[in-house]
């Protein structure tokens, strides 16, 4: 049933004498009522609004600034939370204006503690990332009214036609947004999706599902939500489907076909080829995994390391960089000689390190493949771009290189920042940081401020622009590896440009994505603002993955989920990293 509709006014009763009595007590209590009515962003950045004029009004008078530096005095609790050095300008985006904003710690005096004009600034900061992460939650109510209303219970939102597209039938948005939910405090949501997912949820259909999408977004979904809220539903769940895709393995060469039908417990490559993609057999490790592990069944772990066991021996590697497709009769690469880190071997390179980490970083033979390939992508396809010098990676095809980068690629800094973290060499995070700040670039130098699907680089002399993108691959699909990467950048290095530049996206998804009724939309051209084209389509991964990591990002919390405790699959869903005892 769907909630009753928001008014837009407010009434007013006039007492029984029909005189209206204009009473100081009155006026309170209506700007009061005004006051609540406001939602919870509209109040912080109107809080954050009137502080930040006040500041501004003291650092234009010296007077006043010396009076806060001396003189203004406050109680022990606030100056103890107030007493840290913090980057006025990583707060306000702008440079150092010449105030001197040094934090001295001089002391107190009488007894009492002196809060300085520095010291105001953690109180902003604070407000800053809550009108952040408010901003995220109403960006996910917007996109979940539009889903509820129009929707409801299916696969994806058609957020200009007020409709919906199916693909397998089984509510995947609904269900890819289970975790983010309960991640951003959404309790009214999260239960009525909990309750479709109790009441209505089966997949006992005569209905084929893609392998890797089934499990990265379904069995994945119901596995890290079934963890972070420990209500068993989610695993019997995650239990049912598992067991329904392991028909995929059915093969002679144990590389499992791409689909399968869930219903009939059958499995077949597509009708165009006999391969599956790389990324798309090697990305199902990580849930699989899981799957054994809470189960006890060791069937669903069994099958998918054979997979990893099969492509680590096997030929037509160039450096540790594998070829895009593998046929599923006789278990050897095809269409060899193609490198990419873009689509269809992206998450390959990705789930080689989650493994490892997984597993309590016990499973040496993951990580010299994972080592092997980031040195391989070092020598074969990193090369830098005309004018700007911004780091990139291309393809290679049959030894000729192409500077072409999917924004897909754009995971790569955030795994590189998760193996430095973890111990791996102290050179990859500076790889990191320089491509960081290219996948922001692909951002920054479109006309809308939102990447393009593909981009190609200059490296010809007398360039003046780093990015060109062609005319097919101008859109936006609303993607999440930029914020990924920004939030593993931050919570690593805790440098406020990363959060500034995700806000950045964010707006930009406001203004040229953001559907009146309801929803986001993928767009056709990002480098025409006037108009961007709408595509009429809601990806579930922009409720799974592009808000969740903004939201992670703009939160200066880092226990929440905490990073040396849980892992992201490929589709944001955390899941637990193992004791080094199992």
């Given at each position: ?392 990676v291309g393809e290679l095809s049959h030894g000729h290189f192409s500077p072409k980068m999917d ?176």
């Amino acid at each position: 049933m769907l909630p009753p509709s928001r008014r837009d006014f407010v009434s007013l009763t006039l007492s029984e004498s029909g005189s209206y009595t204009n009473s100081k007590q009155w006026r309170r209590q209506s700007c009061w009522r005004k006051w609540k009515q406001l939602s919870r962003l509209q109040r912080s950045l109107i809080l954050f609004t009137l502080m930040l004029l006040l500041v501004c009004g003291i650092a234009t008078s010296p007077t006043l600034i010396g009076h806060w530096r001396g003189e203004i005095r406050g109680p022990p609790v606030l100056q103890n939370r107030l007493q840290t050095k913090t980057n006025v300008s990583g707060l306000l985006g702008v440079e150092n204006q010449g105030l001197d904003l040094k934090n001295e710690n001089k002391g107190s005096e009488g007894g009492k503690p002196i809060i300085r004009f520095d010291q105001m600034f953690p109180v902003f900061l604070f407000l800053l990332a809550e009108s952040r992460l408010e901003a995220v939650r109403e960006a996910f109510r917007h996109a979940w009214k539009g889903y509820k209303n129009f929707a409801w219970g299916h696969d994806e939102l058609k957020p200009i036609s007020n409709s919906y597209g199916e693909w397998f039938g089984l509510g995947l948005t609904l269900i890819d947004a289970l975790d983010t939910m309960w991640i951003l405090g959404l309790k009214e949501e999260f239960a009525e999706a909990r309750e479709w997912v109790a009441r209505e949820l089966s997949f006992n259909k005569n209905v084929d599902v893609n392998l890797f999408e089934s499990t990265i977004r379904i069995l994945g979904g119901l596995l890290s939500t079934y963890h972070l809220t420990g209500d068993s539903m989610f695993l019997e769940k995650a239990k049912d489907i598992g067991s329904r895709l392991m028909p995929a393995f059915n093969t002679a060469s144990k590389i499992p076909y791409s689909d399968v039908n869930i219903g009939k417990g059958t499995a077949h490559p597509p009708q165009w080829t006999s391969d599956s993609t790389v990324a798309e057999v090697t990305s199902i490790q990580l849930e699989f995994r899981e799957l054994s592990r809470l189960t006890g069944d060791p069937k669903y772990k069994l099958a998918v390391m054979e997979v990893m066991k099969q492509v680590h021996k096997l030929d037509g590697k160039q450096d540790g960089l594998v070829p895009m497709f593998i046929n599923t009769h006789n278990g050897l690469f095809t269409h060899q000689g193609i490198y990419t880190l873009g689509a269809r071997a992206d998450s390959y390179y990705e789930y080689l390190l989650k493994q490892w980490i997984q597993g309590g970083k016990t499973e040496n033979e993951l990580l010299d493949d994972y080592l092997l390939a980031v040195e391989g992508v070092k020598k074969n396809l990193l090369k830098k771009s005309t004018p700007s010098d911004l780091t990139f990676v291309g393809e290679l095809s049959h030894g000729h290189f192409s500077p072409k980068m999917d924004h897909l690629v754009c995971f790569l800094p955030g795994t590189l920042a998760l193996g430095a973290h973890y111990g791996l060499p102290t050179d990859h995070m500076e790889l990191a940081k320089q491509l960081m700040e290219t996948c922001y670039q692909m951002y920054a130098q479109m006309e809308t401020g939102l990447s393009p699907e593909i981009a190609h680089f200059n490296m010809h002399e007398g360039s003046t622009q780093d990015v060109d993108v062609k005319i097919a691959d101008r859109h936006n699909l609303l993607r999440p590896e930029t914020v990924e990467s920004l939030f593993y950048m931050y919570r690593f290095t805790e440098d406020k440009k990363y959060q500034q530049w995700g806000w950045e996206i964010l707006q930009n998804f406001n203004k040229y994505t953001r559907v009146p009724t309801g929803g986001y939309t993928s767009i056709n051209n990002v480098r025409d603002p006037a108009n961007p084209n709408p595509r009429d389509k809601m990806e579930s991964f922009f409720l799974g993955e592009t808000l969740k990591y903004f939201y992670l990002l703009f939160s200066n919390d880092p226990n929440l989920i905490s990073l040396d405790k849980y892992i992201f699959n490929t589709e944001a869903h955390p899941l637990p990293i193992w004791p080094q005892a199992e």
